[in-house]
C-alpha cells in the first residue's frame, strides 16, 4: 500500500478529528472570546476610572495614564486568548492521540509500511502505539505521534479558521 493510501485508509480518521476539533474548538473560542471582552470591558471601565481621576489632576497626564492602561489591558486580555488557543490545540492533540489509539490501525499502517519499503521491511512497535519500519536505509515512522503531528497542521489551520 503506498503512502497515498495509507492517507486514503486515514482519511475518516482525520474527518473524525477534524469535527471534533471544530466543535471543540467553536466552544474554546467563545468560552475565550467571552474571557477577553469581560477582561476589555473591565479594562475600559478601569481606564475610564483612571481617566476620571487624572482629569482632576490636568488633561495631559489624564491622556498618557489612560492610553497606557487601556495598552496594558488590551496586551492582557491577548495573552488570554492566546493562551485559549493553545489549551485548545494541545486539548485536540491529547484527543487525536487517544482516539487513534482506540482505532487499532497497526493492520492499515503495516500494509503502507510494506507498501513503502516492500515486503523485506523490519516493522516493530513504536512506542505509544503504531508501527515503524525500516528496509536498508530508509524509515517509514507510523508511530501515533508521528501520525497525530502530520495531521495537526490541517486540523490547526480549521482551529484557526474558527477563530478567526
Given at each position: 500500500?503506498?503512502?497515498?493510501?495509507?492517507?486514503?485508509?486515514?482519511?475518516?480518521?482525520?474527518?473524525?478529528?477534524?469535527?471534533?476539533?471544530?466543535?471543540?474548538?467553536?466552544?474554546?473560542?467563545?468560552?475565550?472570546?467571552?474571557?477577553?471582552a469581560a477582561t476589555?470591558a473591565h479594562a475600559?471601565?478601569?481606564?475610564?476610572?483612571?481617566?476620571?481621576?487624572?482629569?482632576?489632576?490636568?488633561?495631559?497626564?489624564?491622556?498618557?495614564?489612560?492610553?497606557?492602561?487601556?495598552?496594558?489591558?488590551?496586551?492582557?486580555?491577548?495573552?488570554?486568548?492566546?493562551?485559549?488557543?493553545?489549551?485548545?490545540?494541545?486539548?485536540?492533540?491529547?484527543?487525536?492521540?487517544?482516539?487513534?489509539?482506540?482505532?487499532?490501525?497497526?493492520?492499515?499502517?503495516?500494509?503502507?509500511?510494506?507498501?513503502?519499503?516492500?515486503?523485506?521491511?523490519?516493522i516493530a512497535p513504536?512506542?505509544?502505539?503504531?508501527?515503524?519500519?525500516?528496509?536498508?536505509?530508509?524509515?517509514?515512522?507510523?508511530?501515533?505521534?508521528?501520525?497525530?503531528?502530520?495531521?495537526?497542521?490541517?486540523?490547526?489551520?480549521?482551529?484557526?479558521?474558527?477563530?478567526?
Open positions: 500500500m503506498s503512502m497515498p493510501a495509507v492517507g486514503s485508509a486515514l482519511e475518516p480518521v482525520r474527518r473524525s478529528i477534524a469535527a471534533a476539533a471544530d466543535a471543540d474548538a467553536g466552544r474554546s473560542l467563545r468560552a475565550a472570546e467571552e474571557r477577553a476589555l475600559r471601565a478601569e481606564a475610564d476610572r483612571t481617566v476620571r481621576e487624572a482629569r482632576a489632576a490636568g488633561a495631559a497626564e489624564a491622556k498618557a495614564l489612560a492610553g497606557g492602561e487601556l495598552a496594558r489591558r488590551s496586551r492582557q486580555a491577548r495573552t488570554v486568548v492566546l493562551s485559549a488557543r493553545r489549551e485548545r490545540y494541545e486539548e485536540v492533540r491529547r484527543r487525536a492521540l487517544r482516539l487513534l489509539q482506540r482505532a487499532g490501525l497497526d493492520p492499515v499502517l503495516r500494509r503502507g509500511i510494506i507498501g513503502a519499503l516492500g515486503p523485506d521491511a523490519h513504536a512506542p505509544g502505539g503504531g508501527l515503524v519500519g525500516t528496509a536498508a536505509d530508509r524509515t517509514v515512522d507510523c508511530s501515533l505521534g508521528a501520525l497525530v503531528e502530520h495531521v495537526m497542521p490541517v486540523v490547526a489551520g480549521q482551529i484557526e479558521e474558527v477563530w478567526t
